[in-house]
């Protein structure tokens, strides 16, 4: 440990291998035929992802009361998943607009995996308001437009700013990481001879010359749409925050929800993707791309955000008390002690006293350790959505409406099977598209660029 | 090499710092028409070409404003004009609410549209015909190689002086590049009997699909609009009771809640005695009565109760309220007849609810005086 020089900028790619083993390194999952070890994973994702349909298949053929939910408790697993995933997104942006504009070097090895990551997450949370309408082929009510009933939506409701927000951020993180990969496909186009694949990367790949007076507009937009994608990630967990905070119920009705939330998402995005990558380089052997330090540094912001999020459980505590409310009051003692205490107690376990191992340099940088740490990030988060949403419901104004929620089968399937939903796209992304940026890690291997540029 | 027409002479390079030298050459020669081609974006590559910023910034500024003022504009106009509808006693037009949704109708028009500027109007993409492509030289750039390409109609070129301007910066390799006379020769068959296969096929998924969806799939569970539902509908049979029918009598001897027997069946007089009209004249009992009597009474009775009705002709004529008799009977006697019927006359008791007859009664006695007004009711 003596010998780390710690004012010296460590190199984002380790070594200083040739670009064009990058470009095979990179390639070769797509290029080579699947390997064992990508069935088995593909075969355990699908037999997950056939859990949600046969659980959606229950639920739209015998309606909702298939779940749990009742009232008081109209929102149980649905939103909690929805808040869950649609925080696991959140991560991919922040690693590539946020740090992007940062100017983070170290995010090149990671943000492609992180975007892709972002989407498929925004996919698997968008499943849920859908089928939550019970009828999801009616969802087109959800946009204002011209219809037979000649009715609006109603513009001062958080959940259609959320209509807006999540769809929004879906098709901008899209364009994203397709403009992205343009070059990337125009390199694979120009290594490939097989004729299905040449056509499918040139369509894809819409013709990209490496011109540089492409080059130039390509970075400017670069630049704009990251400009663009920062605030509105922090608009989007902000919008989702107020389908709580803009209601009166207690427990929801709090003015901290939206940093609190933003926090709370970048926390368990990037424990997310933390787990993935560790997988990711171990199987395509990309240790010297995604390196340890990269992975150091992802759990400095999980220190960082899990200790605002451990701030956020405290002010709210705090503030419940000096509001003077007694509902308030009550509310979160019955979080704390009431009927769903071991659920609070494993959102504080696991979000506020597990991130705090990361002080320790050595566990930040022992693999093991910090896998497991990470999944209990991603526990503690899914439980904080649902010990805000369900406890809350469940205990409000009148005791004699108080009911507790209870989980179904179909529950627990469609719950399980987001998981299959969201790592089955994950897996045929890593099969079919690269997952390391080809040009912008090429860009930062020492000596990649000009000497006296300036830079 | 003859007749192939000349595209541009190329110049590969292994460092970068090769390719800032021959850009500034390049630029220094006086060369216009040339393109450097790099693997991923090398810095300083702007200055050595001295390109001018990119304009698409201002391009990002218009589309995301012009985003902000139609999501404003199209919300005050469906929320406050076309169907205005309070919410939450909120003003029609609460901009506060709206700032969200403006927010992000800003980032997505302005997200998409300087994207398709520039790949589609910039860069003038998609184009996979352009010379360069399917050439080694573009296999090297897009992997690890830097290359500048120097077009053969820059007013500046000639073969030889070109091929000399690139050997001076150092290529490593220089390669001409030329058109490719299947791309330009190519036009477009439509009547291509492969385009047209396609065309049909998709006509027919097409139709297909859209027939299946509407006249099929909408009619199937859970797609049907819950029209498929456990409960019985009114005159459906019912397997569970013997007699078979979906609709059931009350049980014997139940009383419904709010129901008073009729207490004077078959005894009209009795009851012209002994009721009271329990309603008040009012504005409120006579409009009532107004709109029951004609629904009700006027098709025999005429509207203005004198017997001019539409069935005259059709049915004995029913006499005149206007009558003596009837002008003295007391409003219990009315009652009597509306609830129980006379002669020709059925019984109302089904369509008129007690209140409603005494309404209807207390129009009757209006209608009766309008003909027999006394002489202070002039004044």
């Not at chain 2, 007089?269 to 009012?282: E, H």
């Not at chain 2, 009597?336 to 007690?354: D, F, K, W």
């Amino acid at each position: 440990m003596s010998t780390v020089d710690l004012t010296q900028e460590l190199s984002v790619i380790e070594g200083k291998p040739p670009l064009r083993e990058l470009d095979d390194l990179i390639s070769k999952p797509i290029d080579a035929k699947a390997s064992k070890k990508f069935y088995i994973a593909l075969t355990i994702s699908g037999s997950m992802l056939s859990l949600l349909v046969i659980g959606l298949g229950l639920t739209f053929y015998y309606g909702i009361g298939m779940w749990g939910n009742n009232i008081p408790v109209g929102w149980a697993f649905d939103i909690t998943n929805f808040v869950f995933w649609v925080g696991i997104g959140h991560a991919g942006t922040l690693i590539s607009a946020i740090l992007f504009l940062l100017r983070q070097k170290w995010r090149t090895g990671i943000a492609r995996f992180a975007e892709g990551m972002t989407i498929f997450a925004v996919m698997t949370a968008g499943l849920f308001p859908l089928i939550h309408v019970g009828r999801p082929w009616l969802a087109a009510y959800l946009f204002p437009y011209p219809n037979q009933h000649s009715i609006w939506v109603n513009f001062d409701s958080p959940l259609l700013w959320d209509v807006f927000a999540v769809s929004t951020y879906f098709i901008v993180s899209l364009i994203f990481w397709y403009v992205g990969l343009i070059p990337d496909f125009a390199t694979l186009r120009e290594r490939t001879n097989h004729k299905i694949k040449k056509i499918t990367y040139s369509i894809f790949g819409l013709g990209w010359r490496f011109s540089n007076k492409h080059w130039q507009h390509y970075e400017m937009v670069y630049l704009i749409l990251a400009g663009f994608a920062t605030p509105l990630v922090l608009s989007v967990h902000t919008i989702v925050s107020f389908d709580f905070a803009v209601s009166i119920l207690p427990g929801w009705h709090a003015t901290i929800f939206p940093p609190y939330f933003v926090a709370g998402a970048v926390f368990s995005g990037f424990a997310m993707v933390q787990n993935v990558l560790i997988i990711v380089r171990k199987v395509f052997n990309y240790e010297h791309i995604i390196t340890l330090d990269t992975l150091e540094k992802m759990n400095k912001i999980m220190l960082l955000t899990g200790s605002m999020v451990g701030y956020a459980y405290a002010m709210e505590f705090f503030i419940a008390w000096y509001s003077g409310l007694p509902i308030e009051r009550f509310t979160f003692i019955n979080r704390a002690f009431g009927p769903y205490a071991w659920a609070y107690w494993i959102m504080i376990s696991c979000n506020v006293i597990s991130p705090q191992l990361f002080w320790s340099r050595k566990i930040r940088r022992t693999i093991p350790v910090m896998f497991v740490i990470a999944i209990f990030v991603n526990i503690g988060m899914w439980f904080e959505r649902f010990v805000i949403i369900v406890s809350s419901l469940s205990r409000d104004f009148l005791p004699s409406s108080w009911h507790l929620f209870v989980p179904t089968y179909t529950d627990f399937m469609i719950l399980i099977g987001s998981f299959g939903f969201f790592f089955t796209w994950l897996l045929l992304f890593a099969k079919a598209l690269p997952v390391v940026s080809m040009a912008e890690v090429k860009a930062t291997v020492t000596g990649s660029q000009p000497s006296h540029g300036g830079h | 090499m003859s007749g192939k027409i000349l595209y541009s002479y190329t110049g590969i390079f292994d460092t970068p710092d090769q390719i800032i030298h021959a850009a500034e050459k390049a630029v220094e020669e006086g060369y216009t028409k040339y393109d450097v081609n790099t693997p991923y974006p090398v810095h300083g590559m702007d200055k050595a070409m001295k390109l001018k910023p990119s304009k698409l910034g201002y391009f990002a500024l218009v589309f995301g404003l012009s985003g902000t003022l139609s999501a404003l504009l199209t919300i005050w106009w469906m929320s406050a004009i076309n169907y205005p509808i309070v919410i939450g006693g909120k003003p029609l037009f609460s901009f506060p609410a709206y700032v969200p949704i403006m927010f992000e109708v800003t980032v997505l028009s302005a997200a998409i549209m300087t994207v398709v500027v520039m790949l589609f109007f910039f860069f003038k993409l998609p184009n996979n015909s352009h010379p360069l492509h399917g050439t080694v030289y573009m296999k090297k750039v897009s992997a690890d190689k830097y290359g500048i390409s120097i077009q053969a109609d820059d007013p500046k070129f000639s073969e030889s002086s070109v091929r000399k301007f690139l050997e001076g910066v150092h290529a490593a390799e220089i390669i001409p590049i030329y058109w490719d006379e299947e791309e330009i020769n190519h036009q477009n068959k439509i009547f291509e009997p492969k385009f047209i296969v396609f065309l049909a096929a998709v006509a027919l998924i097409t139709s297909g699909v859209t027939y299946f969806s509407f006249n099929k799939l909408m009619y199937m569970v859970p797609f049907n609009w819950m029209m498929d539902q456990p409960k019985l509908s009114a005159q459906q049979q019912s397997p569970i009771f013997a007699d078979g029918f979906g609709m059931r009598l009350p049980v014997a001897g139940t009383v419904a809640r709010g129901y008073m027997l009729y207490q004077f069946t078959g005894q009209p007089d009795s009851a012209g005695k002994t009721l009271v009209n329990p309603i008040p004249v009012s504005k409120e009992s006579l409009a009532l009565g107004k709109t029951k009597f004609d629904i009700y009474c006027s098709p025999c009775h005429g509207y203005n109760a004198d017997g001019a009705s539409r069935l005259r002709g059709q049915f004995p004529n029913p006499p005149s309220l206007h009558s003596d008799k009837v002008r003295t009977w007391t409003d219990g006697r009315i009652f009597a007849v509306i609830t129980e019927g006379q002669n020709i006359m059925p019984s109302y008791s089904s369509q008129l609810s007690v209140d409603e007859r005494w309404a209807v009664i207390n129009y009757i006695r209006a209608l009766q005086r309008a003909l027999n007004a006394k002489e202070s009711d002039v004044q």
